[in-house]
């Protein structure tokens, strides 16, 4: 597997590789990974659909891609995903993907269509004072002392990031900013989540400082994103024969590690997992004497379908396995409009990461769960799916987005976070409708909060032990609702079905090297990780770009598909994209006017004096580094 760049490779299908008429593959889970893995098994290894086994331990496929009508509860989103026109593998996949609106055309095609006739910006980012001051001022009011801090982050190595903490290098002066009020609630940061994704989001999404403040750097689907991603692709998947297997849990996957002439190793039990955790640690598995690295191989596929009865599969090195490990949707709970989600701290994490674990402690590459997952109350929060159902509330959602929310085009155009909200909630409302069944006069409105542990400002209940009622009735007050109107309007005009996910945050837990295993780890025959917990560089977590690699990096690695994976978009390499973001970054004024330390400055006006004389200088002009 290699990376490239341009559009030589990306136009390019690669030749059937070798040997694909002997292998299988066994896919666990059907969140985006999972799918992606089965369209470029499909589409580039050219593997028969019917030899492409896939396995999900509900009812529905999707993993955190959900949205759907429950009978009895109403319209619920656990989440949303906001994408850009630099996710390079999930418009490889789309393009081919034929659109379930018009199989004439592509998913990418209609994803291009819809974004340019209807551009995403947001005309209120947020609110203070119940709506009454509803703004967005495109400021981010850092200091030069956050600034500072902000780019020392950005230089620092990986390794200087290992375990620590975004606030051991942050403090108030930039946490008390709006960019850090943007930052965190557009991708559900908090101050104690690592310094190292931080590092790695502001390297990959440099391009977009200037569009935060209004979103304007962003697109979103025309529909929720079970339908306009998840419905597609399993369309697209079973057309090719591929086989789901759906209620069906994996309960484990099992290894023979070991090569050359020495004896190889396999758990068979929880007692003897240490011991082997510990004999790979102390380097006691013989190598391959052809290889620096020990031969690895998936050897026992175990599952349970639904009669109840354990099945297992015994693998060959033709057989492949793909793992989803962990999961942050795992341990969801759900309310409705008069029950709360709640939230349980002594929780267990779920299925995926059970099995993550068995896996995990046979050898020290398959990485470390419970540095993800050790505590909930530092990786939760909470959303909510409120549904509209008359005429009463949309007028007080068009006042502070300056937009008609039954236009169908873009209405909020991203989050509109209330400042003032004590369990910082932010809430969205996207083309509508959200579903192609949805009654015309409905809209669907996403809520979420970082602080659901947090009494709210109306309620005086924390959010995680509020009912959908009450939830929304937290939501009108900050709307600007007259209060003596709340209570019957969030009983009668609407539908909110609160959702607790204990472990959404848990890839952004502090972390170092291996705690998260590599995509095809050194040694690997025939499997590999996939989605949010598999490692793959530059790239980051919480976007559908972060699974949907993973599982092409997979693909082509474990088949030796001979075509070049597309490159993290590189405009952390850019100059223009450096020069522009330090100075958006200081909302527009020029890095020669910094307060700093008399000797930096003279050595910045030095340096600004001989790059004036070359090309150099034009262009820090150009990008406002330094005055006309």
């Known amino acids: 597997m290699y990376y490239s760049a ?114 995403n910006y947001s005309l209120c980012r947020a609110t203070r004072s119940r709506g009454r001051d509803a703004h967005t001022d495109g400021k981010f009011g850092l200091s030069d002392k956050a600034c500072m801090e902000i780019l020392k982050l950005y230089l620092a190595t990986d390794e200087e990031c290992y375990d620590k903490r975004i606030s051991d290098f942050f403090d108030d002066e930039v946490f008390n900013s709006n960019f850090w009020m943007y930052w965190r609630t557009m991708f559900a940061f908090e101050n104690w989540h690592s310094a190292l994704e931080m590092k790695r989001y502001i390297h990959r999404f440099i391009h977009h400082i200037g569009g935060l403040p209004d979103f304007s750097a962003l697109r979103f689907t025309r529909y929720n994103q079970y339908e306009s991603m ?87 090195d033709d057989d492949m396995v793909f793992i989803t490990n962990g999961g942050c949707v795992e341990n969801t709970t759900e309310g409705s409009q008069d029950k709360a989600a709640g ?101 669907s409105v996403w809520v979420y909060g970082l602080f659901p542990d947090k009494p709210g400002n109306y309620v005086r209940k924390p959010m995680q032990k509020c009912t959908g009622k009450e939830i929304c009735e937290e939501w009108l007050y900050h709307l600007g609702v007259p209060t003596d109107q709340i209570e019957t309007l969030a009983g009668e005009a609407a539908n909110t079905v609160p959702v607790m996910m204990p472990f959404i945050d848990a890839f952004f837990m502090p972390r170092t090297a291996g705690d998260r295993p590599d995509v095809v780890p050194d040694g690997a025959v025939n499997f590999a990780f996939i989605g949010q917990f598999a490692e793959t560089p530059r790239d980051t977590i919480f976007t559908t770009e972060y699974s949907m690699r993973t599982a092409m990096e997979a693909v082509y690695t474990l088949c030796d598909v001979d075509r070049g994976v597309p490159e993290v978009w590189n405009s952390e390499y850019d100059i223009r994209d450096m020069m522009n973001a330090a100075t958006k970054l200081r909302d527009g004024k020029p890095v020669t006017d910094m307060d700093v330390n008399p000797l930096v400055r003279a050595g910045m006006k030095a340096a600004f004096k001989v790059a004036n004389k070359t090309y150099l200088g034009h262009m820090t002009k150009v990008f406002g580094l330094q005055e006309e």
């Open 230 to 316: 998840v419905l597609p692709l399993m369309t697209y998947l079973k057309d090719h024969g591929v086989q789901f297997h759906f209620n069906t849990k994996v309960d484990d996957v099992t290894f023979k590690i070991g090569g050359g002439n020495g004896p190889e190793r396999q758990r068979t039990g929880t007692g003897e997992d240490e011991i082997l955790l510990a004999e790979a640690k102390n380097g006691m598995f013989p190598r391959n004497p052809a290889s620096t690295q020990v031969r690895k191989v998936a050897d026992k596929f175990i599952y349970t379908p639904e009669d109840g009865k354990q099945r297992t599969i015994q693998l060959t």
């Open 343 to 443: 939230f349980d701290d002594t929780i267990h994490p779920g299925n995926g990461w059970d099995m993550w674990r068995r896996i995990a402690a046979v050898d020290p590459s398959f990485g470390h769960p419970d540095k993800f997952i050790y505590d909930p109350q530092q990786t939760k929060w909470m959303s909510a799916t409120v549904t509209t159902l008359d005429d009463r509330i949309p007028p007080y959602i068009e006042k502070i987005c300056h937009r008609d929310p039954f236009s169908g085009h873009t209405v909020t155009g991203g989050i509109v976070t209330v400042e003032d909200s004590n369990w910082l909630m932010s809430w969205t409302v996207n083309r509508q409708q959200q579903f192609r069944k949805q009654p015309k006069n409905e809209i």
């Open 6 to 119: 341009g559009n030589y490779e990306a136009f390019a299908h690669p030749k059937k590789p070798e040997g694909m008429e002997k292998k299988s593959a066994y896919i666990i889970g059907t969140g985006l990974a999972a799918l992606t893995t089965a369209s470029y098994l499909v589409r580039d290894a050219q593997l028969d659909g019917k030899n492409i086994h896939v396995f999900e331990k509900g009812s529905l496929p999707g993993g955190a891609l959900d949205g759907a009508f429950i009978a009895g509860e109403g319209y619920v989103m656990r989440g949303g995903r906001e994408m850009d026109n630099h996710f390079e593998v999930m418009w490889d996949v789309f393009r081919d993907v034929p659109s379930i609106m018009d199989p004439s055309h592509s998913m990418l095609d209609e994803y291009y269509w819809l974004n340019k006739e209807d551009p």
